[in-house]
């Protein structure tokens, strides 16, 4: 069997990634599938296939604020090229996306049909949108876009406490949840604040909020 293409697929909804799986079958028959559901699992595979051609990842996974999934795993695998998945279908929303370096945006509301031709379009080097935002002015601005070149220089430990900061976890929480040590987790925090050039934990949580889809609104769906 002849697999010349690869394909990831992150997404928290197992039903959702079957349905994936299916629309990227029938664009590429021969392609390999990789299945995540987590922003960790999805960069864990990245790690383990950077020949991939594709990163399917939808917009709201678990582990991850708004766009900062987005963010992180182009920096860390700026050669694969990262569709968003998502039930938020706002012109602004797919225009920030672009902005954030997607290679495109495929709404869930699409049918199997329209989602294999986003990902053959896309695995043939072009970008893919629902709709045109040639119209819409850029969404990020430039503290968002410097801000998220920084986030980019985190490892992917370190994004992983950010996330957790962002959550409200004491250092001793996030300890306990990652298996280290409180001191590792002050190492980390400590590199964190000065990779992201701010000067509190407070300050680190506003900034990742930039990330957020919805900014006015606590959580996300």
Known sequence: MDVSNKVLIADDHPLFRAALKQAVSQAIPQAMVVEADTLEAAQSAAD???????????????????FSGLVFLRGQHPGIP???VSGSEEPQVIRKAMDYGAAGFIPKSASLEVIAEAIQAVIEGEEWLPIDIDDLDD?????????????????????RVLMMLTEGLLNKQIAYELNVSEATIKAHVTAILRKLGVHSRTQAVI???????????????
């Open 48 to 66: 383990e296939h950077p020949d991939a051609d594709l990163v399917l990842l939808d917009l709201h996974m678990p582990d991850a604020n708004g």
């Open 82 to 84: 990262v569709v968003m």
């Open 139 to 159: 969404q990020v601005t430039e503290e968002e876009a410097k801000f998220a070149e920084a986030l980019a220089t985190l490892t992917p430990q370190q994004f």
């Open 207 to 221: 900034a990742a909020s930039q990330l957020l889809v919805d900014k006015p609104k606590a959580e996300l769906e």
